[in-house]
């Protein structure tokens, strides 16, 4: 048993919980969650414990810690248990001739965890190939396989995505995809294209795909390494901003005039999404910026990611989150949410804002 989440979470950081049951099956994981339910005991979900960011002082209840590995290919259809290793779920899709997956290679965690914030990378969401997801229902205590529609994936949340740990979520206890047996997904990531020497749209092997994505990655600390301390993160610790349509004229007009350039900036659902790290960037926050915090930085690879460097704490690490986030809103008045799920602690209040 883990004495500290620091040992469950990649950013090594949390203190200690109550309770912690290891679960090896979908069966073991409803019967602790409902074991705690009924004893009204909170339940904090962990898989590869990549986007969580847990309190110094511990998590007041229960892990349960989904550990179940099973992956199963049959013809374009992978089904994977919640506690498979996404990455190795991914790989084995790939060395199957499967396309689809690939874009989302190196993104460190579980399975089970994927629809839970809809991950995404080099222009692929998880929602694209997800067929189905069986879920253990709190409320009934039944298991169910269910339409991933009926999940509200969105960009980077889910209903499934909750900050409070009490609040009774559903669980994943495993996944299905429906891959192609075409090549990949359409490279739409320009930075991919150019790498791979293909038009944007284009498709390639899947094997070619993952190998860049994962190249990619490196260089900008997002596949984990123990001994690169900019990998102690939970990656990109705030969503890329999305401006309501009718304010977005205005928010860009302002950040050009500003920084004398034009920002990066994507159509999205409900407006213009704009990126978070060029803003942090713009803002004044280099790479590797600590503000003289001994134990905390930004990656010095990507200023999206805020690393532990060996000796932070949690409430560091939130410190150094709140002023990027209100160092990027006094400079451009766009405001920066974080992504991860925060346990047991919150980011600081904004300072020096009038609401
Ligand atoms: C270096 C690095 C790079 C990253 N790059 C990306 C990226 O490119 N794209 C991206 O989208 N994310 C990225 N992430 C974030 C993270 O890897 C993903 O969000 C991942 O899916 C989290 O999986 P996990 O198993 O580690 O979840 P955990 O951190 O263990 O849990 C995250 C949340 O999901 C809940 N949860 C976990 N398992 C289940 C389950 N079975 N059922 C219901 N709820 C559950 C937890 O309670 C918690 O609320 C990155 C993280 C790191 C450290």
Redesign the pocket.
């Known amino acids: 048993m883990p004495e500290l989440l620091s040992e469950l ?2 950013l090594r950081l949390g203190g200690p919980a109550r309770g912690y049951l290891r679960c090896g099956t979908a069966a073991q994981v409803a019967e602790a969650v409902a074991r705690c339910d009924a004893a009204s005991e909170p339940v ?9 960011v847990v309190a110094d002082d511990g998590f007041a209840g229960t892990v349960v810690h ?1 550990t179940g590995a099973d992956v199963a290919i049959d013809g374009t259809t992978v089904t994977a248990a ?1 506690g498979a290793t ?1 990455d190795d779920v991914v790989a084995a899709t790939v060395d199957a001739g499967l396309g689809g997956l690939e874009c989302l290679s190196g ?4 399975a ?3 629809p ?2 809809n ?3 080099y222009g692929v969401e998880v929602s694209a190939w997800l067929d189905a997801v069986q879920l253990y229902h709190r409320a009934t205590g039944e298991t169910a396989w269910v339409a991933p529609e009926s999940l509200g994936l969105r960009y ?1 949340t889910s209903r ?3 900050p409070d ?1 009490t609040a009774q ?5 495993a996944v299905r995809f429906a891959l192609s047996a075409e090549g990949s997904a359409p490279i739409r990531y320009g930075e991919l294209a150019r790498a791979l020497g293909v038009d944007p749209g284009a498709t390639v092997d899947p094997r070619a795909a993952r190998e860049h994505v994962l190249a990619l990655r490196r260089g900008k ?4 390494d123990p001994a690169d301390h900019d ?1 102690w ?4 610790f705030f969503t890329n901003p999305v401006v309501p349509q009718d304010r977005a004229g205005a928010v860009v007009e302002a950040i050009t005039a500003a920084t004398g350039e034009g920002p990066p900036q994507y159509p999205a659902p409900d407006g213009v999404k704009l990126s978070a790290g060029w803003l942090i960037e713009r803002a004044g926050f280099a790479k590797g910026f600590s503000g003289g915090r001994a134990g905390v930085s930004l990656s010095t690879k990507h200023t999206l ?1 805020l690393t532990n460097r060996g000796s932070g704490t949690a409430a560091e690490l939130l410190s150094l989150a709140a002023e990027v986030r209100d160092g990027v809103f006094a400079r451009f008045g766009v405001e920066l949410r974080p ?3 925060l346990v047991g602690t919150e980011l600081p209040a904004p300072t020096g804002r009038i609401h």
Do not use: C, Y
């Not at 904090?44 to 969580?52: A, D, F, H």
């Not at 600390?221 to 984990?224: F, I, T, Y």
């Open positions: 979470t990649t904090l979900l962990v898989g590869g414990g990549s986007n969580l989904l919640a996404w993104i460190p965690g579980s089970g965890a994927t839970v914030q991950v995404g990378a980077r499934l995505k909750t740990p979520a559903d669980v994943v206890l600390g997002m596949v984990l990998t993160s939970v990656g990109s990611a992504e991860p799920v």
